[in-house]
């Protein structure tokens, strides 16, 4: 977690999405959706996977629609499985995994949220053991014994 920070006080762009992402914490979601809109019009398509990832990762998390978010989760980790990403994305795949499978869990598409869920779990092995580590490991814990899967 320190790592992300010390890489977010270097970069720019991080500084701003995270900026965005404490005002969304902070209540104001409609807000926040349209600044991290205007974040990704500004990045485009083909920026940086990992500013990609990250905004892509937290505009999820501000839509009203399930679908919607689905669609933004999509994104961030299909910029996170992009060649040429950095390396050290690949520690965002079991919560890009996690929150896919919780998006199709409220989608009422079991299947596929068992599917994400086992990826989850697969590349948890990347995680620190730290406190965003233990936390997300407890989150898919948690979702599969909500949808009985063995761990």
Partial sequence: MTERQEQAALDPMLTR??????????????????????????????????????????LADTQDDPEDELAWDLRALSAAEERGAPLGVRGFLPCLHLNLAADYVKLGRDDA???????????????????????????????????????
């Avoid at 995270?18 to 104001?28: A, E, I, K, S, T």
């Avoid at 809109?37 to 990045?43: K, N, P, S, V």
């Avoid at 779990?121 to 949808?147: K, N, P, Q, S, W």
Wanted: proline share 1%; glycine share 14%.
């Fill in 17 to 58: 999405i995270g900026q965005v992402v404490m005002l969304h914490h902070g209540g104001d979601r409609e807000e926040a959706r349209s600044r991290f809109l205007d974040l990704w019009a500004e990045i485009g398509e083909a920026g940086d996977p990992l500013h990609r990832c990250t905004l892509a990762h937290y």
């Fill in 113 to 151: 949220a068992r599917s994400q869920l086992r990826r989850a779990r697969a590349t948890a092995g990347a995680l620190a053991d730290d406190g965003y580590g233990d936390g997300v490991r407890a989150a898919i814990g948690r979702l599969e014994f909500r949808l009985g899967e063995d761990a």
